[in-house]
């Protein structure tokens, strides 16, 4: 397994930039940078279904576009059932030998809204069918793109427009839903969490997702400056954070055994990665102390399904 | 002004065809780098864009014609050119990939990146003595140390059956910073990185390199080595690499 590279490393990444520059993402903006290596790592030979979301918006402002393969935009509900026919319709057209024999990759993107909450039946369609296409979710934990609403994918305690913090309230009340579980639980052969803080492992994930037979699930954490309250250049850092302190955990699942991507030699304090950001300005010493008290369940709940893996 | 930049431009671009279809290019690109972008499924494991081109696992094998002459050849080292018809995927060509792919199966027969490219062009097995390799001495990791890196840790030593690649003397290696290029960039995946929290080991080179701990937070980040080679090329105080990139900024 490859680790997190440093910057030597980064020229060896293909320099064909399929999701171009010039689009209008936030500066800082964490999924553009996360498209960005998708398309590296998948090359030409690509065909995108993208929910409704910032990522399409921002890509496709008429009469431009950022995609330099195939892309098609669906509704916020359907974007793996549309990966879904994509896929069977090359398939079927390569069979009749109306379009040469080569398999592209298929590719459906949504955000954390688009999957945790309004495509999650269109999600589980597709994998319980076993279609052989790539599900990336771009989690910024929140419906970043109408106004920063909350959704089943927004952390414990973070502030949203929907879930404020004031004298009643200290922001969301739930936690985050488990995507990658439940990718698991369809019993499909690759699952992965991913994260921009770390795009060589991110590569790799994509890779191995684009390699397999069947259905991939990549659940990629990609900061967003606007909707959580923080300077634009703290972007990477924070997902680095989220990932060192145990609130994104990086691992894979192959067929079934989990595997962590990064050994994290302890976690790191909390604040750390709280501090930066507005969303959890008004979080106190005991809401913060029970987020850490979950945080650290969930953590070692990974941790133990990695070791027993291991032994 | 505008006129010179037009005349320019154009001059330096060329028209060609590939399998009937005609192209532009920039003059001097490399025809296989041109290839993969425009989307043709040419087989490579030499070749990598960041560095330069060398020619040596001879799979991205094309037929050239320019004026009268028809030849074989690397794409990966032939630079585009005006008026050169590209053919690539001729009955001829795909018997010259099949044998390319039977020297390599044999130098190296358990890798299973090689066996499932080479299953892609109906190679299953060789009809050569089997070499037992784990390396097929394509350079890449020389290359990248050198060009991309900067380091210079390996090389190439010795000549024809008994080439190698690796460290001076196939001592460890004492220059070797750890920073994985090699073991990214191999395109058989025979340089093994192994990481724990405060170790790196790169195995084939048999670097030990610890890892730098930074002095704020206590998380191992980098190996010291590397630091010090980017000390080396930026002139910084030491007391810069002494905290991870998350700490240099922070104000406690």
Redesign the interface.
């Known amino acids: 397994m490859i680790e997190p590279f440093n910057v030597y490393a980064a020229r060896l990444l293909p320099s064909q930039e399929l999701f171009a520059q010039g689009h209008r993402a936030c500066q800082g903006c964490g999924p553009a940078l996360a498209l960005r290596y998708l398309l590296k790592a998948l090359g030409p030979e690509t065909i995108v279904a993208n929910a409704t979301g910032c990522m399409e918006i921002i890509s496709s402002s008429w009469p431009e576009t950022a995609w330099g393969v195939p892309w098609i935009h669906v509704a916020f509900e359907n974007a793996a059932a549309v990966a879904s026919g994509v896929e069977a319709g090359s398939k079927a057209l390569r069979r009749k030998g109306r379009i040469p024999d080569k398999k592209p990759t298929v590719v459906a993107i949504a955000g954390d809204g688009g999957t945790f909450d309004i495509g999650l039946q269109a999600l589980s369609g597709a994998l319980e069918r076993g279609h052989d296409f790539i599900y990336l979710c771009y989690d910024n934990e929140a419906y970043m793109n109408t106004g920063i609403q909350r959704s089943s994918g927004t952390p414990f305690g973070a502030a949203t427009t929907t879930s404020p913090a004031g004298s009643k309230s200290f922001g969301q009340k739930t936690w985050k839903k488990d995507l990658a579980a439940i990718g698991v639980a369809h019993h499909i052969p690759y699952v992965a969490t991913a994260s921009i803080a770390y795009p060589f492992d991110f590569v790799e994930k994509v890779k191995k997702a684009a390699a397999v037979e069947g259905p991939a699930l990549i659940h990629v954490f990609a900061p967003c400056p606007t909707g959580w309250r923080t300077p634009s250049n703290l972007t990477v850092r924070l997902a680095r954070l989220a990932v060192q302190t145990g609130m994104f955990p990086l691992y894979e699942v192959e067929n079934g055994k989990y595997h962590m991507s990064v050994d994290l030699p302890f976690l790191k304090p909390l604040d750390d990665y709280l501090k930066p950001q507005g969303r959890y300005r008004h979080l106190t010493k005991d809401v913060i102390a029970v987020l850490k008290k979950g945080i650290d369940q969930r953590y070692n709940e990974i941790l133990e399904k990695c070791e027993a893996n291991h032994e | 002004m505008t006129a010179d930049i037009a005349t320019q431009a154009q001059q330096e671009t060329v028209t060609f065809t590939v399998n009937g279809k005609t192209m532009q290019g920039r003059r001097g690109d490399s025809l296989l780098k041109v290839l993969l972008?425009e989307?043709y499924?040419i087989p490579h494991l030499c070749y990598?864009?960041?560095v330069t081109a060398y020619g040596s696992c001879r799979l991205c094998l094309v037929e050239v014609k320019k004026g009268r002459k028809t030849k074989v050849t690397t794409s990966c080292n032939y630079p585009l050119m005006d008026g050169i018809e590209v053919t690539t995927n001729s009955e001829k060509i795909r018997k010259h990939r099949k044998v390319v792919f039977e020297l390599l199966l044999a130098q190296v027969p358990n890798s299973p990146e090689l066996q499932s490219m080479a299953a892609q062009y109906g190679v299953t097995d060789t009809r050569f003595e089997k070499k037992y390799q784990d390396c097929i001495l394509c350079g890449l990791c020389e290359r990248?140390c050198r060009e991309?890196?900067g380091v210079n840790a390996l090389g190439f030593m010795g000549r024809g059956v008994e080439k190698d690649v690796g460290a001076p003397f196939k001592q460890p290696s004492k220059t070797c910073i750890g920073?994985?290029?090699c073991?990214?960039?191999c395109p058989v995946n025979c340089i093994k990185?192994e990481?724990?929290?405060?170790k790196?080991t790169i195995v084939r080179w048999e670097r030990n390199l610890p890892m730098q701990t930074c002095k704020r937070?206590?998380?191992?980040f980098?190996p010291t080595y590397?630091l010090l080679q980017m000390q080396k090329q930026t002139g910084l105080p030491w007391e810069f690499f002494e905290l991870c990139?998350?700490c240099r900024d922070v104000k406690d």
């Open positions: 972008h989307g499924d990598h864009e960041a990248v991309v890196v920073c994985g290029a073991v990214y960039v990185e990481q724990l929290p405060t790196r937070c206590g998380y191992p980098a590397q990139p998350d």
